[in-house]
């Protein structure tokens, strides 16, 4: 065999065996769908696939990922630095890949940006793709995923312990008082001068029912020099119907209430005052918040179904509504039942639920399947 023959027979077979880019000292090029097809499948298909983009984003092909979503192009090709595919699994920008919490390995990271700095070719057809196994392990892996760490130990979360009440210089018999003495104590505080009666006067107007008192009324209290007159002034104001005016109006706000749908159409919602009166009457009557909450959250659900009570259940719904041809954009439901959650969470546990709906929280004990698991439960309401 000639020396030329030796060297083309060498050359053919380190081609064959794909040693030849070793041998010339350049990189082997990264296999689309041998290294990051899989890659693709297992961790970002779940959401930016053939069957789901979100954020209007498919990898499934070169020309989607090229195109890019909401945000711009994933890939650069021959610029990993610039791929904001690379940059997120890499962690260098947010939100991190994937969205489920779980992390690429470094090998699988290093793969992807030699594969862009290649020219992110796509060596295999667009694949058909049966995303059965894989949600079957991301629903999984939702389902057992553990509470961060210490998510539990903020002060919130754990049942409250009766405290003492401290002993304090002052004569003082209301135990709230004694609290906020020992603090101003302890803080090098005096408390401020009590008020004159008109000053009491007013401010027990001004809060109670939100308008001062007429000079008829403030005479009447002037006059008044019996011992329990503040007492009796307090009782008359809480018996006003216009306290449950004043202070369910504040409800009314964390309801979203409003008498008409928003958006551009905004149509009137003829018969939403009845929402409104429930709130007021339900002040006036001293109504327990608890039974207050269950009424407005499941209030067709409860024994003893009422007019009140199915009343009550426009709390689920007095939120924004688009209204114009919803039928044919049934993805709004899914908004208003976040718009629900996010009332619930807010309103009534002071919680921000509605960030699981994309993944769990990172320090509170809220996780995705929570979020699901509510938005099931209200999924008939909206």
Not at 366 to 380: M, N, P, T, V, W
Request: glycine share 6%; proline share 7%.
């Amino acid at each position: 065999m000639t020396r030329l023959t030796f060297a083309v027979s060498l050359l053919f077979g380190l081609a064959a065996t794909g040693s030849l880019f070793t041998f010339w000292g350049a990189e082997k090029p990264v296999s689309y769908g041998k290294e990051i097809l899989p890659i693709f499948t297992n961790s970002c298909w779940n959401c930016h696939g053939p069957t789901m983009q979100l954020s209007k984003l498919d990898l499934h092909t070169r020309e989607g990922a090229l195109k890019g979503g909401e945000k711009g192009p994933a890939i650069v090709p021959g610029k990993a630095d610039e791929s904001r595919l690379y940059r997120l699994v890499a962690d260098l920008e947010k939100p991190s890949m994937p969205l489920d919490g779980t992390k690429l390995t470094p090998e699988q990271i290093a793969s992807i940006k030699k594969w862009i700095d290649q020219g992110a070719n796509y060596d295999v057809a667009p694949q058909t793709w049966a995303p059965e196994a894989n949600v079957t392990s991301a629903a999984n892996n939702m389902e057992n995923a553990p509470l961060p760490a210490g998510a539990r130990d903020y002060w919130a979360f754990k049942l409250p312990v009766q405290a003492a009440v401290p002993e304090v210089s002052a004569k003082l018999t209301n135990p709230i008082d004694r609290f906020l003495e020992k603090d101003r104590q302890d803080k090098g505080l005096k408390a401020a001068p009590k008020a004159d009666r008109l000053t009491l006067l007013r401010r027990a107007y001004l809060d109670l029912l939100g308008l001062p008192p007429t000079q008829a009324e403030t005479a009447e209290f002037l006059a008044d020099t019996a011992p329990d007159n503040w007492d009796r002034l307090i009782d008359k104001l809480l018996a006003s119907p216009h306290y449950g005016e004043r202070w369910g109006r504040h409800w009314l706000d964390v309801a979203r209430y409003a008498d008409s749908g928003g958006y551009e159409d905004d149509h009137d919602r003829p018969n939403a005052w009845k929402y409104r009166d429930y709130v007021i009457k339900s002040f006036n009557d001293d109504k327990p918040y608890s039974l207050f909450l269950k009424e407005q959250i499941a209030g067709d659900e409860m024994p003893g179904r009422s007019f009140d009570r199915i009343i009550a259940t426009f709390f689920m719904r007095s939120g924004a509504r688009v209204e114009a041809r919803e039928k044919d954009n049934p993805q709004y439901r899914f908004d208003y039942l976040d718009d629900v959650i996010a009332t619930v969470g807010k309103g009534t546990l002071g919680l921000t639920l509605q960030c699981a709906r994309c993944h769990n929280h990172k320090f509170d004990p809220i996780l995705q399947k929570d979020y699901y698991s509510l938005e099931a439960s209200l999924y008939g309401y909206v």
